[in-house]
């Protein structure tokens, strides 16, 4: 799910936006909610990380936790 919602909006460039009402995004809510929480609780914009750059760090953390799972 992770890794969806890393490019879920990279059609024609990444953006980082996110519609949920829109029926490709379907299921992404909860994950969209917690990635924010997380990412004001860590306070990145201190830090100059967008909101769209730390998704794109989540997915592929999820993506290299996967191939390491299936890899051993």
């Given at each position: ?61 999820a993506t290299e ?8």
């Open positions: 799910m992770l890794l969806s919602a890393g490019f879920h909006s990279c059609v024609g460039g990444c953006d980082g936006c996110i519609n949920l009402n829109e029926g490709d995004n379907s299921g992404l809510e909860d994950l969209h909610n917690a990635l924010n929480v997380e990412y004001d609780n860590l306070n990145l914009a201190k830090l100059n990380i967008s909101r769209a750059d730390f998704w794109a760090l989540a997915a592929t953390v936790m996967a191939i390491n799972k299936h890899e051993g």
